[in-house]
């Protein structure tokens, strides 16, 4: 059973797990491929999964049986419980509530040797298509005030399981980051009366110093003030604080993006691991129509160590301009 | 050349390298042992390093000899440079500032084979001291607004030299954990009239459940809050915002419980890697009474992925309840 706290001095929240801890030993950094065993993920292993949420299958195949492209399930080890109802309470200082969310697996092919960006266009648009609907159906569920899309590729970014998936957590409370990106989004917005990604994307599509690549409705680029070395931001250009209310349109275009992106950085720097997350406005929480939904990429190239952690300052060894020539040259395909 | 950047939506700051910046195919994620040729950091070496800043060493032994036990050196690689003047500017919507600042190396053995938690404790009352003494010098350089001292051990970790050595960055800038922290503080203190550091210690030490080890000046703990599993910090009882003011009873005080709480880690975790960071106050930025320094540990046994960088909230599978029990049990000698 999990537990979320939140730290009395920065609001920050953690989910622990009070029931059944790691012990010492049981600690893995860099989990390896596993070796022998069938993959959960593929094609024909449905049954090694919780049953499927939903999927997008040829008619006529029933579910948790093979002639899926795209297939939802519960996450096995799940971060946080779907059953319950949200309850806080405090221990002297600290404040605490019960551990309630979803935690789902999008598993973005049935083929175990294509990640993301080996997927055809039409495939991805399945895939984000499925991010989408499942949006829309925990959104509804008024325990929830966040959901966070992420996806971790390669050991070193945190992926546990090879197979090409993406994860998306429904947490009942709005976190810290996205608590901090809204504010600094309402603050620009209340002494410019304009959204700052809007000005931002106005002003990269000025410079082209850090622009990989556009097309109608996206732009990709590599933000002024990366954290990681290559980190890459994907853009609407038409301002919503809503991924989940994007049109078929926006879809197919986001597709096409993302896999241009993807398939650059797997390019010039060799099938990086990497995170990307859906910055997204809270599902509850008011209108949020300063903020200004987006995609961002962080290639795991270097350690994140205690500078860092200590100041929340990065060392970023390389400018977002010298990145941003590099995976304009170096196309995917 | 470095740049200071600042995020214009989060305030976020990095230090972008924009001169030589790293190419593709220039990054090695986990760098090894180095293989063969001579550490610098190892006694009879000297001459490999930048001449040095200030050491402990045996009367009438020279700068750059061998003789000493502790030893400061400037970062060969330097995060920023310490030349020059610090000048704000702004490219559109982004600002910037010249990339003034120091980053020095303090090696805190002559011996290669030792680890801090392998030190006696006099040896690290003097690592402690030099931490002090290149504080109380940096500080009078009024371009600087923040010292920051860290450690990294192990690759995992960030360390790129095996030999044991910590890092202090002097920043022109206040980083923004510091101020998240400071910002809590007051907070707290604001509608309580106490430290929330105090209230912590207070608690910790009538529940008991996660102190680890106390002494006469400090008590160690597993907070309640733990981003990392295991993570323990290491608070002095008395109410104090500034690291470099203690006295040398507590620095010996401080070095005796570094010790005990290192060597459980390396005992119960199998020397794993891990980042320390002392958080104190600003240097140059009013009194900060209600902040309280302190000194974190965090051991790097997961990885951190897509939901913690999205959220800013950390999945822990162990509570530290738990991992407190195994610290207090496990003593490292």
């Given at each position: 059973?999990s537990q979320l706290r939140?730290?009395?001095?920065?609001?920050?929240w953690i989910i622990a797990d009070?029931?059944?801890?790691?012990?010492?030993?049981?600690?893995?950094?860099?989990?390896?491929?596993?070796?022998?065993?069938?993959?959960?993920?593929?094609?024909?292993?449905?049954?090694?999964?919780?049953?499927?949420?939903?999927?997008?299958?040829?008619?006529?195949?029933?579910?948790?049986?093979?002639?899926?492209?795209?297939?939802?399930?519960?996450?096995?080890?799940?971060a946080l419980?779907?059953?319950?109802?949200?309850?806080?309470?405090?221990?002297?200082?600290?404040?605490?509530s019960?551990g309630?969310g979803?935690?789902?697996?999008?598993?973005?092919?049935?083929?175990?040797?294509?990640?993301?960006?080996?997927?055809?266009?039409?495939?991805?648009?399945?895939?984000?298509?499925?991010?989408?609907?499942?949006?829309?159906?925990?959104?509804?569920?008024?325990?929830?005030?966040?959901?966070?899309?992420?996806?971790?590729?390669?050991?070193?970014?945190?992926?546990?399981?090879?197979?090409?998936?993406?994860?998306?957590v429904?947490l009942?409370?709005?976190?810290?980051?996205?608590?901090?990106?809204?504010?600094?989004?309402?603050?620009?917005?209340?002494?410019?009366?304009?959204?700052?990604?809007?000005?931002?994307?106005?002003?990269?599509?000025?410079?082209?110093?850090?622009?990989?690549?556009?097309?109608?409705?996206?732009?990709?680029?590599?933000?002024?003030?990366?954290?990681?070395?290559?980190?890459?931001?994907?853009?609407?250009?038409?301002?919503?604080?809503?991924?989940?209310?994007?049109?078929?349109?926006?879809?197919?275009?986001?597709?096409?993006?993302?896999?241009?992106?993807?398939?650059?950085?797997?390019?010039?720097?060799?099938?990086?691991?990497?995170?990307?997350?859906?910055?997204?406005?809270?599902?509850?929480?008011?209108?949020?129509?300063?903020?200004?939904?987006?995609?961002?990429?962080?290639?795991?190239?270097?350690?994140?160590?205690?500078?860092?952690?200590?100041?929340?300052?990065?060392?970023?060894?390389?400018?977002?301009?010298?990145?941003?020539?590099?995976?304009?040259?170096?196309?995917?395909?």
């Open positions: 059973m939140c730290d009395p001095i920065t609001g920050r009070i029931t059944s801890p790691k012990r010492p030993g049981e600690f893995e950094l860099m989990p390896q491929k596993k070796k022998g065993g069938a993959c959960p993920f593929c094609a024909g292993s449905e049954k090694m999964t919780p049953p499927e949420i939903s999927a997008i299958r040829k008619p006529g195949t029933k579910p948790d049986t093979p002639g899926w492209s795209v297939r939802t399930v519960p996450n096995k080890f799940p419980d779907t059953q319950g109802s949200v309850e806080n309470r405090a221990i002297g200082i600290y404040d605490m019960s309630i979803a935690h789902e697996v999008i598993i973005e092919t049935p083929a175990h040797d294509k990640d993301l960006a080996d997927l055809t266009p039409k495939e991805i648009e399945n895939v984000i298509s499925e991010y989408r609907a499942r949006s829309l159906v925990l959104e509804k569920d008024d325990r929830f005030r966040y959901l966070l899309i992420f996806k971790n590729h390669g050991a070193a970014a945190g992926a546990s399981l090879e197979h090409s998936h993406t994860q998306i429904a009942p409370i709005v976190p810290k980051r996205v608590k901090e990106e809204l504010k600094g989004a309402v603050t620009y917005f209340g002494y410019r009366e304009r959204c700052v990604f809007c000005d931002m994307v106005a002003q990269e599509l000025q410079d082209k110093l850090r622009v990989i690549f556009e097309n109608r409705h996206f732009v990709a680029f590599c933000p002024f003030v990366p954290r990681f070395a290559f980190e890459t931001w994907i853009v609407p250009k038409k301002h919503n604080q809503d991924f989940k209310s994007i049109d078929d349109k926006t879809v197919k275009s986001m597709a096409a993006i993302l896999k241009d992106t993807l398939a650059r950085i797997k390019k010039v720097l060799k099938d990086p691991a990497y995170n990307f997350i859906i910055h997204t406005a809270p599902i509850r929480d008011g209108i949020n129509e300063e903020f200004h939904w987006h995609l961002e990429i962080m290639p795991k190239l270097t350690s994140v160590a205690g500078f860092e952690w200590g100041s929340g300052f990065y060392i970023n060894p390389t400018s977002p301009e010298f990145a941003a020539k590099c995976l304009r040259q170096g196309k995917g395909e």
